[in-house]
């Protein structure tokens, strides 16, 4: 009955579904607007399709990934790998550290146990940032409250100085005799009451901090070393929230930070 066939044919076109298969054979292949594709065969004596679809829907996608965090959060954790290891039988990646997942073809979304943070900033060149300005989604959670000390450049001498005042009398220190003397004031520039991780961003800022060996002056390669040397104070500080928050900001800008 080709007339009835190929009104199913058009009724599916018109959903964005494409059909294709010679007339008589037993069956053929499909495609949706979407991307996804697969192929299908008759079944003579049941009149039944057997449909082999290549990759997963993006629906289907997000609600496996919804039932793998519901298995995570109840400690479910053997359900949970073997979803992520179907997934990944479909060429479905899982970045738990990230809070993302991927496909082969680039669709990708955010795992639905992963923290929810406001969209990245574009990364500007270093010099058009205020000195002292600090990202408005990076929460200071794990430095919020004032420091035993002022902020100072701290030097290995000032590091030995407090040790021994909170301390007591720590294991005598010898320092090469090329160190730079103590700095016991701070620099103009900084307020007396900033923290550590506020000084430390505004030094980077405004390129007092070192560089590491291997980093450049230029402007987008300094905004990512920035942001690499505040992920590595918050790391320190055990505040990984933050840290992942800045990993998954330089995800987001392509930049793969590989601990």
Same mark, same amino acid.
């Given at each position: 009955?080709? @007339?009835?066939?190929?009104? $199913?044919?058009?009724?599916?076109?018109?959903?964005?579904?494409?059909?294709?298969?010679?007339?008589?054979?037993?069956?053929?292949?499909?495609?949706?607007?979407?991307?996804?594709?697969?192929?299908?065969?008759?079944?003579?004596?049941?009149? /039944?399709?057997?449909?082999?679809?290549?990759?997963? #829907?993006?629906?289907? $996608?997000?609600? +496996?990934?919804?039932?793998?965090?519901?298995?995570?959060?109840?400690?479910?954790?053997?359900?949970?790998?073997?979803?992520?290891?179907?997934?990944? %039988?479909?060429?479905?990646?899982?970045?738990?550290?990230?809070?993302?997942?991927?496909?082969?073809?680039?669709?990708?979304?955010? /795992?639905?146990?992963?923290?929810?943070? #406001?969209?990245?900033?574009?990364?500007?060149? +270093? !010099?058009? !940032?205020? &000195?002292?300005?600090?990202?408005?989604? /990076?929460? +200071?959670? #794990?430095?919020?409250? =004032?420091?035993?000390?002022?902020?100072?450049? &701290?030097?290995?001498?000032?590091?030995? =100085?407090?040790?021994?005042? !909170?301390?007591? *009398?720590?294991?005598?220190?010898?320092?090469?005799?090329?160190?730079?003397?103590?700095?016991? *004031?701070?620099?103009?520039?900084?307020?007396?009451?900033?923290?550590? /991780?506020?000084?430390?961003?505004?030094?980077?800022?405004?390129?007092?901090?070192?560089?590491?060996?291997? &980093?450049?002056?230029?402007? $987008?390669?300094?905004?990512?070393?920035?942001? +690499?040397?505040?992920?590595?104070?918050?790391?320190?500080?055990?505040?990984?929230?933050?840290?992942?928050?800045?990993? @998954? !900001?330089? %995800?987001? *800008?392509?930049?793969?930070?590989?601990?």
């Amino acid at each position: 009955d080709w @007339a009835a066939a190929d009104l $199913i044919k058009d009724d599916l076109e018109r959903v964005g579904v494409r059909v294709y298969g010679e007339r008589g054979s037993s069956g053929g292949t499909y495609t949706t607007a979407d991307g996804r594709r697969g192929s299908f065969v008759a079944d003579g004596d049941a009149g /039944l399709l057997d449909f082999n679809p290549e990759r997963l #829907a993006t629906e289907t $996608i997000l609600e +496996l990934v919804a039932k793998r965090s519901a298995a995570r959060k109840a400690r479910n954790f053997g359900e949970a790998d073997k979803i992520k290891d179907y997934l990944s %039988s479909k060429d479905v990646n899982i970045f738990d550290t990230a809070g993302r997942w991927r496909t082969g073809d680039g669709r990708e979304g955010l /795992l639905d146990d992963a923290p929810r943070h #406001a969209p990245p900033p574009n990364l500007v060149p +270093l !010099q058009t !940032q205020p &000195m002292g300005a600090l990202p408005s989604d /990076l929460p +200071l959670t #794990a430095t919020s409250a =004032q420091p035993a000390y002022p902020f100072t450049l &701290m030097t290995a001498a000032d590091d030995h =100085q407090y040790a021994q005042q !909170q301390y007591g *009398q720590p294991t005598p220190t010898v320092l090469p005799p090329t160190y730079p003397p103590p700095i016991t *004031q701070p620099p103009a520039h900084y307020p007396p009451a900033m923290t550590h /991780l506020q000084g430390l961003q505004g030094m980077t800022q405004a390129g007092l901090a070192p560089a590491a060996p291997g &980093m450049t002056t230029d402007p $987008i390669s300094a905004e990512i070393n920035r942001q +690499l040397a505040l992920r590595e104070i918050a790391r320190k500080g055990k505040d990984y929230r933050t840290a992942d928050t800045i990993k @998954a !900001q330089l %995800s987001a *800008q392509g930049v793969e930070v590989n601990d």
